[in-house]
Every structure is written in structure tokens, then in C-alpha cells.
């Protein structure tokens, strides 16, 4: 049996590790394995190396920004072998399943936003996870109490929150469509780094050994992440050989061999039966069978629009909340001429925005039919929102939704409290944002939900599955557009965002970060189209991460700057990860900036997740 090793090596170790025998999986590809070779991980240190991270650089010809500079060193490389966006951004986001595994990979979802330079059309991929068609509307709740399971960890660490995955039918579908190269050209550079190994970085570490608990509790996810029971240290070399195998896998026999035969019938028993060890956690089962993969689908759909002050701003429909949510904020805000305004006053209506447009997508929004998305993104509809809004007092949250059957664009009862719609997304995920030199680009945000999935590995295959299932409402309503049901996709935030101008491109931008997607998305949109930063500088900016509940996340930074002159409005704040806040820290985005002569301004984030890495093809 071949195994997943995380290993403290050193290159040279690596170069000279020694190979042994085929995985024992009959469907498995028969790529040998190095071995695990371990020196300290100060050894390792010293000798392998995390390629440099860039917050910014501005440059010609193409350009990749992830969170991570592996990833986004080998979609560079693809761009620069002559491959398109799409084929440099799958390349990425298969990079990212191998260095970011907590926050993508294979097992998970993700919304794919596309805009094709020859026909100057945004187009988009919703490969968001679904829903067994054998769950029960109870099924987040807890047999034995009759009461929702607790949310973290025992829900999350699940079999029956596990979504169908969608990415890689994403991964084939965009290639399929608009890409240039085949499947296991792109997957290949991943491949390598899976078997190679990269540097764990500071996050990578954190992030493990604050999922230490569950990820013991599968043996798969042991033997894959903790060495010995433990995390691994910053500095040492994590190698995924399993995963190169998968991607080997899936490179020989195309992404149908994901949906159907032995890795996803494995998969699914996953999912039904997970892999557990010795653990206190529930571990609900889940309900996934092979038809369920066989069945699963991307789904094309026609972007939200909305103009903003002149740019076309494009996001993404539902199953996502995004597009139409910071479309919808974007209209109120348009109403304000936020430039002639305190600093103040700006992030007062900001906030206020956004907690009417969440008001009206916990009601609205979900993966169904019949959702009223053009009145929520009409301007009639914005004029009748804003009005509630005070200047000189902060709404009493929660605000109610609105009457989409009465848009009349007439003002109705200021600050009538609404109701409280919990929230239990979390805030793992990761962007990517990519241009080539036709000038297509891709804005790609990928996840499998919490910080690590469901905790579960599938065994022997180097992913983790999602727990995308949670973003459902834990208690069946059946007038909640975002109830539990077969089939469905989870209600997501997702925002991957492309703004026009003229018809051409003027920026791509997105973000993980669960629910907070959303308002980091609005916040750099406002920064950089009124308040005239830049987009290194708007992705910089400190934020705030309201959605119509109290008290509303803020980065220490933006305390600082706004903190009393808000509070003093009547907002209550609250630094992020304080208790009370489902957010941990707020995303760390991408983006790309097209300027004049094909100039491209490529921004990372310079701190949030330790940084991000942003590539340009000529500088
Ligand atoms: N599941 C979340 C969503 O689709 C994303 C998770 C996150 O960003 O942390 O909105």
C-alpha cells in the first residue's frame, strides 16, 4: 500500500529518494512513489525553498495571482508555454489542491467567471457541490437529541455534509469550452509538485494543527497530514503522492473516471462510511452513492449585471448569493456620491448597504426556481432600500427584507427590526485571478467550505471531500429558499467578480472568506472605483465584514481608523475572530488590473494568510 508521507526532506533527499511498487488500487496509475526520506525540518529548511511571494507587480503579456507562489508559479509557466487563461488557471487551481489542500482540491466546489476577449462576452461555471438525492431534510439533525448537531466540529466533520464535488467537471468543462490545452498538460506541473513536495509554510502549519482533533479521527487524514499524530512544522516538506497519482489517474482517463468507476465508487462509500479511527466526534454518515456522481453536472449560466457609475460589473448568478448581493449593494450605494463624503460616512453607508442586501438574500437567494434577481438588482428596487437608510444613525440590525412583489421604488417603515438568519459558513476558500495576452481572463474562487472539508480524506486518493452540505440551513424551513433538499447546491457567497468598461476588461477581483466574500469584494470595489485607490492598495485596505447581524467584524486597522466615529452612528463592531463573529480572519483576495497600452497591475494580498503571489509574464 502506497503511502501519503509528510516528510521533513531535503531536495537532494528528494532527487535521490528511493522508489517503490505500484499503489495496490487496481484503477490507481502505477506511477512509483518516492519514499519518505526524513531529515529535521530545519535541514529542510535550508535547502528546499517556498518560491518568492509578490503582493504586486505590473507588467505585460499575462499574469496569475493565488494566495500561493507555487501555484501561481506554475500557471505563469503555462501562460508562458504559449497555454490560454483557462488553461493556466486550471493549472493553478490543480496546484492549489496540492499546497492549499485545506482550502480546495478534487473533493471540493467552486464558481468559474470567464471573459472571453474575441467575443468581449463574461461567461460562467457553476461548479458548485450538490446534494445526495437520498438526504432527508433532518439530516443535520442529531438523532439522539432531536436538536441540530453542534456546528463545529461535529457537523463539519461529516460524511453527510459532504456535497457531490464540482471541481473537477469545473477543471474539464472550461477547458472543454475555452481552453487551448488538454487535461493532463495542465494537471501534469501539480502532479510533480504533489510528488516533489512543497515547503509548509507558517498558515499551512496553523491551519493543521488547529484541525488536529478531527483530522486524527480519520486514519486516511492521519497518515496523510500528521506525521506521528502531529502537525507538521513550517520549514518541512510535505509530499502528496497519492494525490500525483489521482491527478495521474485522471490525466490517463479523463475526469470521467472521477464521476464513475472504482474512485467514485470509493468516494461515495466514503462519504457513507468515512474512514474513522478513535474519536469522540459523532461522525454522522452521509448518503452518497455512484448514481450521485454520475449525475453531477456543471451548470452554465448567464452572469448578474449591474452598472456601477459607468463599469459593468459581472458576478456570479446562483447557486451563489454573490453576484446578485454586491450587485444589489453596488445600487444602493450608487445613489450616494460616496466621493464627497467623510471616510466616515462612506463605510457608514457601506455597512448599511450590506446588511439590506443581506436582509434580502437570506429571504430570496437560494438554488431554486422562480428567485426575483432582476427586481433585486433594479435600480427602482435600490432607490426603495436606500431610502431606510439614516445618516445620522445606524440601522437596529437585523433590517427586514424588502417587498420584492411592491418594488415601487417608495420608501417603506424605516428600521422595523428583522429577523435573525444564522449564519454558519465559514471562512477557508481560495481565488485565483488570471490574464493572458489575447486578453481573456479568468476570476476562479474554489473551496471545500470549512478549513480542511469535512476532515476526510479519501483514502489513498491525496484529497480531502468538502463539507459545502453546511452552507444549507441546519433546520428544513420549507419557506427557506436554502432548505436541504436532493439534487440542490448549497446557497454559496461566492463572488468572483469581472468589471467592464467599455466593454473591455478594468478589473477582475474575488476573495475567500465565506459570507465575508461578499463585503470584501464591495469594500475593494468602492476603494478603488470612488475612493480612488489602487487595486493593491483596495486589496490592502483594512475591512469590515457586516451581514445584517450584530456585532459586525472588523480588522483591528479598520477599529482603529473608523471604530468611534461609527460606534458613535450607532454600529456595533467588533474585532474579527471576537466571539460572536463567524469569521476567524477576513479573505485574503486576488486581483487584476487592466490599464492602458495592456498594462496589467496584479495584486495579492501583502499580509492576510501570510501573503499571497502575484506573477506577471513581462515585467
Ligand atoms: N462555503 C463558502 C461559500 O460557498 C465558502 C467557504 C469560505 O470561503 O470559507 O460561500
Not at 27 to 43: E, F, H, I, M, W
Not at 207 to 226: C, V
Not at 581 to 592: C, K, L, Q, R
Request: aromatic content about 6%; some cysteine.
Amino acid at each position: 500500500m502506497f503511502k501519503a508521507s509528510l516528510v521533513a526532506l531535503s531536495t537532494a533527499a528528494l532527487a535521490a529518494a528511493a522508489l517503490q511498487g505500484p499503489p495496490a488500487q487496481a484503477d490507481q496509475t502505477s506511477a512509483k512513489t518516492a519514499q519518505a526520506v526524513t531529515t529535521t525540518a530545519k535541514t529542510a529548511a535550508k535547502k528546499a525553498k517556498e518560491p518568492k511571494r509578490r503582493a504586486t507587480v505590473v507588467g505585460k503579456g499575462g499574469a496569475v495571482t493565488s494566495v500561493d507562489p507555487y501555484a501561481s508559479r506554475i500557471g505563469l509557466k503555462v501562460l508562458k508555454e504559449g497555454g490560454n487563461a483557462v488553461d493556466a488557471a486550471v493549472a493553478t487551481a490543480a496546484a492549489l489542491g496540492v499546497t492549499e489542500p485545506y482550502s480546495s482540491g478534487l473533493g471540493g466546489g467552486g464558481y468559474f467567471v470567464y471573459y472571453d476577449a474575441k467575443r468581449g462576452k463574461v461567461s460562467t461555471l457553476d461548479g458548485r457541490e450538490t446534494a445526495p438525492r437520498r438526504i432527508k431534510p433532518d439530516a443535520f439533525i442529531d438523532p439522539a437529541t432531536g436538536k441540530p448537531y453542534t456546528f463545529t466540529p461535529d457537523l463539519v466533520t461529516s460524511g453527510v455534509s459532504v456535497g457531490v464535488p464540482g471541481t473537477p467537471k469545473t477543471w474539464q468543462a472550461a477547458l472543454d469550452r475555452w481552453g487551448s490545452m488538454d487535461l493532463a498538460d495542465v494537471l501534469a506541473p501539480a502532479a510533480k509538485l504533489a510528488r516533489n513536495g512543497f515547503v509548509v509554510d507558517q498558515t499551512f502549519a496553523q491551519q493543521t494543527a488547529d484541525n488536529r482533533e478531527r483530522f486524527n479521527a480519520f486514519s486516511s487524514t492521519r497518515k496523510l497530514f500528521l506525521r506521528h499524530g502531529q502537525a507538521p512544522k513550517a520549514g518541512s516538506v510535505l509530499r502528496n503522492p497519492d494525490l500525483a497519482a489521482t491527478y495521474d489517474l485522471l490525466s490517463r482517463k479523463g475526469m470521467g473516471a472521477f464521476y464513475k468507476g472504482p474512485l467514485a465508487n470509493q468516494i461515495a462509500k466514503t462519504t457513507r462510511k468515512p474512514p474513522v479511527r478513535k474519536t469522540d466526534l459523532p461522525v454522522p454518515r452521509g448518503s452518497m452513492t455512484p448514481k450521485d456522481l454520475r449525475k453531477y453536472d456543471v451548470v452554465q449560466h448567464e452572469p448578474t449585471q449591474v452598472d456601477y457609475r459607468g463599469y459593468d460589473v459581472y458576478g456570479m448568478p446562483l447557486s451563489s448569493s454573490g453576484g446578485t448581493t454586491v450587485g444589489e449593494a453596488l445600487n444602493i450605494l450608487e445613489r450616494y456620491d460616496l466621493k464627497s463624503l467623510s471616510p466616515a460616512q462612506v463605510q457608514h453607508l457601506v455597512i448599511e448597504a450590506a446588511h439590506l442586501s443581506f436582509a434580502d438574500r437570506a429571504k430570496y437567494l437560494g438554488d431554486q426556481d422562480g428567485v426575483p434577481v432582476s427586481t433585486l438588482l433594479s435600480d427602482l428596487y435600490a432607490q426603495e432600500r436606500a431610502c431606510l437608510i439614516d445618516p445620522t444613525k445606524a440601522f437596529a440590525v437585523p433590517v427586514p427584507a424588502g417587498n420584492v412583489a411592491n418594488a415601487d421604488g417608495v420608501c417603506a417603515t424605516p428600521n422595523t427590526r428583522g429577523e435573525d438568519a444564522p449564519d454558519t459558513e465559514n471562512v477557508n476558500t481560495t481565488n485565483l485571478t488570471v490574464a493572458d495576452k489575447q486578453g481573456n481572463v479568468v476570476e476562479y474562487t474554489l473551496t471545500i467550505e470549512q478549513t480542511g472539508g469535512s476532515g476526510i480524506v479519501v483514502p489513498g486518493r491525496g484529497f480531502l471531500l468538502n463539507n459545502e452540505l453546511t452552507d444549507f440551513s441546519t433546520v428544513y424551513d420549507p419557506a427557506d429558499p436554502n432548505r436541504i433538499e436532493p439534487g440542490k447546491r448549497p446557497r454559496s457567497s461566492i463572488s468572483p467578480t469581472i468589471v467592464l468598461k467599455d466593454g473591455k476588461p478594468f478589473l477582475a477581483v474575488g476573495s475567500p472568506g465565506g459570507s465575508t466574500i461578499i463585503t470584501t469584494v464591495l469594500g475593494i470595489l468602492v476603494n478603488r472605483i470612488d475612493l480612488g485607490l489602487t487595486l493593491p492598495q483596495a486589496i490592502a485596505a483594512p475591512r469590515v465584514a457586516p451581514s445584517n447581524k450584530t456585532p459586525v467584524p472588523a480588522e483591528q486597522a479598520y477599529l482603529d481608523a473608523y471604530g468611534a466615529a461609527l460606534a458613535a452612528l450607532g454600529h456595533q463592531l467588533t474585532v474579527v475572530g471576537a466571539a460572536g463573529t463567524s469569521a476567524a480572519e477576513i479573505g485574503a483576495a486576488t486581483g487584476i488590473e487592466f490599464g492602458p497600452g495592456q498594462q496589467l497591475t496584479v495584486a495579492a494580498e501583502p499580509v492576510r494568510r501570510g501573503g499571497g503571489a502575484a506573477t506577471v509574464v513581462k515585467k
